[in-house]
């Protein structure tokens, strides 16, 4: 059977009752992260010019850390813009995908205008929802051509949509085509560090809800969406294998395998960044006393993160730059949201440092590896220095603890400036989430200022 099908009956008989332990529990901890990642998003650049092209009615969704409610396609669009912009959110490694970044916005504006929607179909939305994008993603057999999270993204988010939606096989499959007809993604904004990364992740969670608006509405769309001869996987990965993925499915809950960002950078670079985090942790030296520094790593890294730092620069070129990230921490200690201000960024020191520190490539075989990499480090002392990372921090083999992922949140939430009343009162409620009889109270929670929903509830 084609994919298209496959992957459609999956999203329309997959129930609660169906997920592990795991996947339920995945589907929290990244629902927390996320909401808490795309608040400290609604100040990243262009968020607030483009909320004002996109406000208008009708009122049907809430826009996350700000006042709006906006048509259900436009808040999707702009959260997800949100959740992305920072670089910090989560990501299943092995796909290269994003997976929250589309899906996650996508389904809770389509659940906020559709009303009353429950924490146990959110659980199923988004697991369906990783398991289509993410397993995309792992069918590719090449490097990346096209922004993968954006493209195999819409597809998540279709997918996931069209669960809450209760759609039958036919017309998941119908919004799966429809989907096809609006993918977008392309590598020249990664490779310039353009703002229009994270948006194109904005226009694939608004298509997304389209998609599945017009499949609900009896509209037409092709069959082979992901298999056909110009399908998905033809056009937009050429080397791949769908079979074993689709064969997996019900099995191997992509959710549970996505990794935790520690870090507001891109997970290219999150390999040197605990590196060197260590290194300096046990040697206690700084940037003063480092004569150089190599960063060991693969294509794909390479190809990610591999850029240099230089003056001028934009925040989206920063949080893709490894050398930048190792710099920083050099200089400071560690890194967050504070080293990518227009004051970080013009600091002479960090950027002169950058400029000295040198990336090799290992020649890794695997096209979309982001690990093993290396960090060497040479002292003024005569000490050479140095530490592998083979699994990085936050990765299904290395978890982030409760208390690091609750840290995390907290971090954003107090960059966005929000209420800690309403933060306790979202944690509390997506610790309850297969309780919650309407998810669209979590959105409410994100809303600046006063708020009457800080009382524990449903």
Same mark, same amino acid.
């Given at each position: 059977?084609?994919?298209?099908?496959?992957?459609?009956?999956?999203?329309?008989?997959?129930?609660?009752?169906?997920?592990?332990?795991?996947?339920?529990?995945?589907?929290?901890?990244?629902?927390?992260?996320?909401?808490?990642?795309?608040?400290?998003?609604?100040?990243?650049?262009?968020?607030?010019?483009?909320?004002?092209?996109?406000?208008?009615?009708?009122?049907?969704?809430?826009?996350?850390?700000?006042?709006?409610?906006?048509?259900?396609?436009?808040?999707?669009?702009? +959260?997800?813009?949100?959740?992305?912009?920072?670089?910090?959110?989560?990501?299943?490694?092995?796909?290269?995908?994003?997976?929250?970044?589309?899906?996650?916005?996508?389904?809770?504006?389509?659940?906020?205008?559709?009303?009353?929607?429950?924490?146990?179909?959110?659980?199923?939305?988004?697991?369906?929802?990783?398991?289509?994008?993410?397993?995309?993603?792992?069918?590719?057999?090449?490097?990346?051509?096209?922004?993968?999270?954006?493209?195999?993204?819409?597809?998540?988010?279709?997918?996931?949509?069209?669960? &809450?939606?209760?759609?039958?096989?036919?017309?998941?499959?119908?919004?799966?085509?429809?989907?096809?007809?609006?993918?977008?993604?392309?590598?020249?904004?990664?490779?310039?560090?353009?703002?229009? &990364?994270?948006?194109?992740?904005?226009?694939?969670?608004?298509?997304?809800?389209?998609?599945?608006?017009?499949?609900?509405?009896?509209?037409?769309?092709?069959?082979?969406?992901?298999?056909?001869?110009?399908?998905?996987?033809?056009?937009?990965?050429?080397?791949?294998?769908?079979?074993?993925?689709?064969?997996?499915?019900?099995?191997?809950?992509?959710?549970?395998?996505?990794?935790?960002?520690?870090?507001?950078?891109?997970?290219?670079?999150?390999?040197?960044?605990?590196?060197?985090?260590?290194?300096?942790?046990?040697?206690?030296?700084?940037?003063?006393?480092?004569?150089?520094?190599?960063?060991?790593?693969?294509?794909?890294? +390479?190809?990610?993160?591999?850029?240099?730092?230089?003056?001028?620069?934009?925040?989206?070129?920063?949080?893709?730059?490894?050398?930048?990230?190792?710099?920083?921490?050099?200089?400071?200690?560690?890194?967050?949201?504070?080293?990518?201000?227009?004051?970080?960024?013009?600091?002479?020191?960090?950027?002169?440092?950058?400029?000295?520190?040198?990336?090799?490539?290992?020649?890794?075989?695997?096209?979309?590896?982001?690990?093993?990499?290396?960090?060497?480090?040479?002292?003024?002392?005569?000490?050479?220095?140095?530490?592998?990372?083979?699994?990085?921090?936050?990765?299904?083999?290395?978890?982030?603890?409760?208390?690091?992922?609750?840290?995390?949140?907290?971090? +954003?939430?107090?960059?966005?400036?929000?209420?800690?009343?309403?933060?306790?009162?979202?944690?509390?409620?997506?610790?309850?989430?297969?309780?919650?009889?309407?998810?669209?109270?979590?959105?409410?929670?994100?809303?600046?200022?006063?708020? +009457?929903?800080?009382?524990?509830?449903?």
């Amino acid at each position: 059977m084609d994919a298209a099908r496959v992957f459609a009956r999956h999203v329309a008989d997959t129930r609660f009752d169906d997920l592990p332990a795991a996947a339920v529990e995945a589907v929290r901890t990244f629902t927390l992260d996320s909401l808490g990642v795309a608040a400290a998003g609604a100040h990243g650049p262009f968020a607030a010019a483009w909320r004002r092209l996109l406000v208008g009615p009708p009122a049907e969704a809430r826009v996350w850390a700000a006042p709006d409610m906006l048509p259900a396609t436009a808040a999707a669009a702009l +959260n997800a813009y949100q959740l992305h912009n920072s670089e910090y959110d989560c990501v299943h490694e092995g796909a290269v995908v994003h997976t929250m970044a589309v899906l996650f916005p996508a389904v809770m504006a389509f659940a906020e205008r559709q009303g009353d929607v429950s924490g146990r179909r959110l659980v199923e939305a988004v697991a369906v929802g990783a398991d289509v994008a993410a397993g995309l993603g792992l069918a590719a057999r090449a490097g990346l051509r096209f922004f993968r999270p954006a493209t195999a993204g819409i597809f998540g988010g279709t997918a996931a949509c069209a669960r &809450l939606a209760e759609l039958d096989e036919e017309a998941v499959a119908r919004a799966f085509g429809i989907a096809l007809g609006q993918v977008c993604g392309t590598m020249q904004a990664h490779s310039e560090g353009s703002p229009l &990364l994270g948006m194109q992740v904005g226009f694939a969670a608004r298509n997304a809800v389209a998609a599945v608006d017009m499949a609900r509405a009896g509209l037409p769309g092709p069959e082979g969406s992901f298999e056909g001869e110009h399908g998905y996987l033809a056009l937009f990965e050429r080397d791949y294998d769908i079979k074993p993925i689709l064969a997996g499915l019900g099995q191997n809950w992509r959710i549970a395998e996505t990794a935790h960002k520690p870090w507001p950078s891109g997970r290219a670079t999150h390999g040197v960044v605990e590196a060197l985090l260590a290194l300096r942790a046990e040697h206690g030296f700084g940037a003063s006393d480092a004569v150089v520094v190599t960063l060991v790593v693969t294509p794909l890294v +390479n190809h990610l993160v591999g850029r240099e730092a230089g003056h001028g620069m934009a925040v989206n070129q920063a949080r893709l730059s490894a050398r930048w990230a190792a710099a920083r921490i050099l200089l400071n200690g560690g890194l967050g949201h504070e080293d990518f201000t227009p004051g970080a960024l013009a600091d002479a020191e960090s950027l002169a440092l950058a400029r000295r520190i040198r990336v090799e490539v290992d020649g890794n075989p695997d096209p979309n590896a982001l690990t093993p990499v290396s960090v060497e480090v040479t002292l003024k002392d005569g000490r050479r220095l140095s530490r592998r990372v083979e699994a990085v921090l936050g990765s299904p083999a290395r978890p982030l603890t409760r208390v690091q992922h609750v840290a995390k949140f907290w971090g +954003n939430w107090a960059w966005a400036g929000l209420n800690p009343q309403a933060g306790e009162a979202l944690i509390d409620s997506i610790d309850r989430l297969e309780s919650i009889t309407d998810i669209s109270r979590l959105s409410a929670l994100t809303q600046p200022g006063d708020s +009457n929903l800080y009382r524990t509830s449903s």
